[in-house]
């Protein structure tokens, strides 16, 4: 079971990350929305806001396949519980 909690220890760290990011996106979208689009500003922002999207998918694919991992070794162990 110690490689089961192992994963997700890790899978838990990943979804704070997740967290994280999407709470700043959030941050970043109402700073936009009270600027003007021709401001320097708001094109910074929106580029910061477009590679936390791009960080964002990347870290929902991980998530993704810790899922995976998690779900085998789960299955994997489950009938020593049984």
Request: with cysteine; glycine share 0%.
């Amino acid at each position: 079971m110690k490689e089961f909690d192992l994963l997700i220890s890790s899978q838990l760290q990943t979804m704070e990350k997740l967290l994280s990011l999407q709470s700043e996106m959030e941050r970043c979208q109402q700073i936009k929305e009270q600027l003007i689009p021709s401001d320097d500003k708001y094109r910074e922002i929106q580029a910061d806001i477009d590679d936390m999207k791009t960080e964002l998918h990347t870290i929902q694919k991980v998530f993704e396949k810790q899922t995976e991992e998690v779900i085998r070794v789960y299955q994997k162990q489950e009938p020593l519980h049984k």
